[in-house]
């Protein structure tokens, strides 16, 4: 089965219909998907999904474009929420120096005020950058040995996802290996072990060849899981077995189920 780490079923593109994609995880393979928060609303959102549908579990933290709203209280919340069996990351939380909603050092604060909730709440990360590379790597070594999770939608070279596996890190991979462009993801997952990837989708975005820019969804995991078994040379099988394991690896939460 395939466990997908990283979504947004939240947004508005899923409003109409999530009961029935959600009922056609099973025809495609999908145990669970982990629905991400990113704002403020986007986390009270994945906690109520959660809740309301078995194969939802739910991260929660704040976006760095959202990251203005990291208030005492929230901190708070999140605490909470950490005690809800349905909640087994921080997340997604990082650097986004394309959009540069905030500055950098607003979203380094913020990063770092989450990195070490997550280490107090014994709880692993999910990891947000763009276009930000050295500046994460330099704060999660420094703040966030050891903590786990994953780095969602990896986009760096093989000498930074070797960092970060070092530092107990997964590779969230998603439809941007399937991509003619995606030749740097092509050569990270050839290069890395399969032990460290994790299968995601980023839902409603990225969504894998031959639907790109449709509006994706979980049910699209079998093509990245078949990308990643061609650029293996190993059975479609043995990556689904093997990047869910990594999953509960990755949060370990989701084995107790
Ligand atoms: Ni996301």
Redesign the pocket.
Known sequence: MIIDT???YDEDRFAEDLPEILAGFPAAGVQWAVN?G?SWQGCLDSVRLAHEYDCLYAAVGL?PDDIADLTEDHIAWMREAANDPKVVAIG?IGLDYHWMVRPKEEQAAGFIRQMDLARELKLPINV?CRDAAEDLLTLVTEHGQGLGGII??FAGGVDHAKKYVSMGYHLGIGGVVTFKNGRRLKEVVAAMPLSALVLET?SP?LAPEPHRGTRNDSRNLPLVAAAIAEIKGISVEEVVEATYQNALTAYPKLSIG
């Open positions: 990283h979504a947004h991400v990113a976006h997604e947000h969602h939608c980023d975005y």
